[in-house]
């Protein structure tokens, strides 16, 4: 089994920059794709971005791409998720995921592990 604990969420004002970290433990060989997602009150979980371990290869989702930026450090197990140039339209609950095999995906079904979510709100 995998855990997945998320931190860094909070609330921000348009335009400001968030910071999210989520550090997995248990059988860290199973986090070979970590990536976040997000949902709104309402809606669907989304795709926000995902990173490989070994290469570092990198996807995301077509709202955050230029203003969102996912890394990782192996040694510490963690991602990151740094978001800048945040928007109303941002806010919701982040939640981090892992995957064992090897393709980037975007769909949620495709992820095996789950963090338990961390707020962000933008406030306009």
């Known amino acids: 089994q995998v855990q997945l604990v998320e931190s860094g969420g909070g609330t921000v004002q348009a335009g400001d920059s968030l910071r999210l970290s989520c550090t997995a433990s248990g059988r860290t060989q199973s986090t070979y794709i970590m990536g976040w997602f997000r949902q709104a009150p309402g809606k669907e979980r989304e795709f926000v971005a995902a990173?490989?371990?070994?290469?570092?290869?990198?996807d995301y989702g077509d709202s955050v791409k230029g203003r969102f930026t996912i890394s990782r450090d192996n040694a510490k197990n963690t991602v990151y998720l740094q978001m800048n140039t945040l928007k109303p339209d941002d806010t919701a609950v982040y939640y981090c995921?892992?995957?064992?095999?090897?393709?980037?995906?975007?769909?949620?079904?495709?992820?095996?592990?789950w963090g338990q979510g961390t707020q962000v709100t933008v406030s306009s």
């Open positions: 990173m490989t371990r070994s290469l570092g290869t990198t």
């Open positions: 995921a892992a995957k064992s095999t090897i393709a980037l995906r975007r769909s949620p079904s495709e992820y095996d592990y």
